[in-house]
């Protein structure tokens, strides 16, 4: 009989893997956050230093990488993946922050622009019983804060050193009203205060709270969030049917994050926390690096989550060739990929040296691992195993399920059948299923253990991955990327 777990997942894939709806990240398009071998222009000079953070790393004491990762706010209800199981399978003790994935761009009646939690009750109206929660204790009526955030409040209680961050955008509609509250001075500053707002912890009402009473109001969720990421796909960059300015974009969203880290700033003094934490998912592609002026913007952030994955997918290139889609390295004799007007490979080194080159302390550049695998069905073997080799869809018969499936978490791709192969060239892996004639690109321990190296020796802040409910129970992916905080 099928695992339960296995069951969910797959009846969830199309929501986690093709966009889910608002706040939902898109994992891969045509457009995608890949990296490429084509070369771009360094940046211009940095921000203005009242704007910058306000420390430098040796006096924030920030001498230990980062291991984080996202959360998707809806696993609680499509797979059962929640902050207790964060805690429960060892994740919490390993990690340094998580990306609480993903809040939405909305635009108000007024004209302004602003932020929304994906869904008042997954987020902080659904009550939690005492074997769902964290401290094993129950949400009772009346309480205004409930749901995911009451139960990574109580994480972070467990585990001080852990940092929770609100993530906004994402691959999918979530991200549609960036270009336009990005336009103005004025625009930008409405946005980015309502986007504090929820960092403030003020939370609009709900009674969708299954007759617990209302939830949410001011200061509910106050120190729940300790920072805010940004992830806009793409500035300047026609994705996905998104607005956007090809012209303004670039400029505009270096101006939209002083303005976060201004208000930021604000919020300290109002708080009286120490300070609140901004990144940005940053792409590793030449042409989307190109549309931001990475030097200044990383005066003004903590850091730069480097999205080193999504390289390639079924989804857009149905036919193939089949070939990696998080590889640390490009291969010479990989398939070149029609995109944007050049045959491209992919890999996310030639990335994070385009940010090295531009001036970009490694200090502040966080490289992603991908806990999900991307398959084609219908791959003949080949002179290497189904690698590089013409397609036809997605995986197929995963499971039994007759419809072609093209993303597939960790945790399934370790029972389904075929031989794992690794690369050398690239550092990366794949399974192939000869007899089903499957091919899966996705990450290993072992591929991860080399990105944590890599890391080290290009003293890179760290490491982060999407996404936690997409590893195995025994959070193999997570222990291995944790690895890049070990001690020398």
């Avoid at 457009?31 to 704007?51: I, M, N, R, V």
């Avoid at 960036?178 to 709900?206: E, I, M």
């Avoid at 709270?209 to 106050?222: L, M, V």
């Avoid at 994705?239 to 505009?252: E, F």
């Amino acid at each position: 009989m099928m695992n339960a777990r296995i069951w969910i997942a797959l009846s969830a894939l199309a929501l986690a893997a093709c966009g889910g709806g608002d706040g939902a990240k898109l994992q891969a398009t045509a457009a995608g956050s890949a990296a490429g071998t084509t070369s771009a222009s360094s940046t211009a000079a940095g921000a203005a230093p009242a704007l910058a953070v306000a420390e430098s790393d040796e006096e924030r004491g920030y001498n230990n990488r980062e291991a984080g990762s996202y959360f998707n706010y809806y696993t609680p209800l499509t797979t059962g993946y929640s902050p207790q199981t964060i805690d429960g399978s060892g994740a919490a003790s390993k990690l340094t922050f998580i990306n609480y994935a993903f809040a939405i761009t909305q635009s108000n009646s007024d004209g302004s622009h602003g932020c929304q939690l994906p869904w008042a009750y997954i987020d902080y109206g659904k009550p939690t019983s005492a074997a769902y929660s964290v401290d094993g204790q129950a949400d009772q009526p009346g309480q205004k804060l409930m749901g995911n955030l009451q139960q990574f409040r109580k994480l972070k209680q467990k585990y001080p050193h852990l940092k929770l961050f609100l993530s906004v955008g994402g691959g999918g509609n979530g991200g549609y009203w960036f270009s336009a509250a990005a336009a103005t001075p004025a625009s930008r500053k409405a946005f980015v205060a309502n986007c504090v707002k929820l960092l403030k912890g003020d939370l609009p009402t709900t009674t969708e709270t299954d007759n617990y009473g209302e939830a949410g109001g001011p200061g509910a969720a106050a120190g729940v969030f300790d920072g805010i990421d940004i992830d806009w796909e793409y500035p300047g960059i026609a994705a996905g049917g998104r607005p956007y300015d090809a012209v303004n974009d670039k400029h505009n969203f270096t101006l939209l994050m002083r303005e976060f880290r201004r208000q930021l700033n604000e919020l300290s003094g109002y708080t009286g926390k120490d300070h609140y934490y901004l990144t940005y998912a940053g792409s590793v592609i030449f042409d989307k690096f190109a549309q931001t002026e990475a030097l200044e913007v990383s005066h003004t952030v903590d850091w730069v989550n480097l999205m080193g994955y999504d390289f390639t997918a079924a989804d857009w290139l149905p036919n193939g060739p089949t070939n990696f889609h998080a590889n640390l390295y490009v291969d010479p004799a990989s398939p070149t990929i029609a995109y944007n007007g050049v045959q491209a490979r992919f890999d996310s080194d030639s990335g994070v040296k385009r940010y090295l080159a531009a001036g970009v302390s490694p200090r502040k550049l966080v490289l992603g691992v991908s806990y999900q695998g991307y398959g084609w069905g219908n791959v003949a073997a080949g002179n290497n195993h189904g690698l590089y080799q013409p397609a036809q869809g997605g995986a197929n018969h995963i499971f039994g399920l007759d419809n072609m499936v093209w993303a597939i978490p960790y945790f399934l791709i370790e029972q389904l059948p075929g031989t794992v192969y690794h690369d050398p060239v690239t550092k990366s892996v794949w399974k192939y299923d000869e007899a089903g004639q499957n091919f899966i690109a996705f990450e290993d321990p072992e591929t991860i253990a080399t990105k944590v190296q890599y890391a080290r020796d290009l003293k890179l802040r760290g490491l982060f991955s999407w996404a936690l409910d997409l590893d195995d129970y025994q959070t193999s992916l997570t222990t291995a990327m944790a690895k890049v905080r070990d001690k020398r």
